[in-house]
């Protein structure tokens, strides 16, 4: 039996800058199901995101969803993807073995904690101010070269990269330290800078996009209380849902956020595409 992708609609150039296209999933031309092609919102044109992949019932377990998404990969190729990526949720339990088995490794995933009414309190010793304007300056060009370092690792073009970094701070904070929503704190204990927080208010819920412990004070529980912080903001603020993103590999975070009763709600997996 052959396996194909038929095209339901002509390539679509969305607004945000994607690319994507509907395909179904065909046996000997009968359709069994349906794939959903674009490129990734966040990291540019060069990765390719499976968006959806449905097979119907009749036709599962029979190995239709891993020929279409191995057909998905080369009409990747064909867009000049280097990477594809597919996010699932942490329930997918199926999802997650069948892109498992096709080479997909675990990039990063998405946490979330629900919040009580009451903000938990910092360490004795431990106090948050915000931060200034010089300490804003020199925080952002740090952490802009370290996240695209981290992205640049996990194999995306350089060049193409920092560009996305620069566009995404410009799109999140266009009024930099003072942009709405955006919260940047500095954590002191006994009077001395420990760390950094950086918490953005969403809708209803809060996230955190970065919280660094200075490196000659880390291994002394000042990231687990730049998390309480976190929380105290976010319910101070009437968030009652607190997220964040945590890479593979970084089993410290990983223990601290799981200690402090996150959960996985997200799974990103990628693949290069050779």
């Known amino acids: 039996m052959t396996t194909t992708l038929r095209p339901t609609e002509p390539l679509q150039h969305n607004a945000d800058g994607t690319r994507s296209r509907r395909y179904q999933v065909c046996v000997n031309s009968r359709p069994v199901g349906e794939i959903h092609l674009g490129t990734s919102p966040s990291l540019g044109d060069s990765v390719a995101r499976v968006i959806d992949l449905r097979i119907a019932e009749p036709d599962r377990r029979r190995g239709r969803g891993t020929v279409a998404a191995l057909a998905a990969e080369e009409v990747a190729r064909g867009w000049g993807c280097t990477q594809i990526e597919t996010l699932l949720p942490a329930s997918a339990d199926i999802a997650l073995r069948l892109f498992g088995a096709l080479g997909y490794t675990p990039r990063n995933r998405g946490m979330e904690k629900r919040l009580g009414t009451t903000p938990p309190e910092l360490p004795p010793g431990s106090r948050a101010r915000s931060m200034t304007e010089a300490e804003f300056e020199v925080w952002r060009a740090y952490e802009s070269e370290h996240y695209a370092r981290v992205w640049i690792e996990l194999g995306l073009p350089e060049a193409a990269t920092r560009a996305r ?48 412990t200075d490196d000659a004070h880390r291994g002394r529980g000042h990231g687990r209380t730049l998390m309480l912080l976190a929380e105290r903001q976010a319910t101070e603020a009437g968030r009652t849902v607190l997220g964040l993103n945590v890479f593979a590999g970084n089993t410290p975070a990983e223990r601290l956020y799981e200690s402090l009763g996150y959960e996985t709600v997200v799974h990103a997996l990628a693949k290069p595409l050779l």
């Open 165 to 212: 970094v620069r566009e995404g701070h410009a799109k999140l904070l266009p009024h930099g330290l003072h942009t709405e929503g955006m919260l940047f704190s500095v954590l002191e204990h006994e009077g001395v800078q420990v760390g950094t927080l950086w918490v953005a208010l969403q809708g209803d819920k809060a996230f955190v996009f970065d919280v660094k």
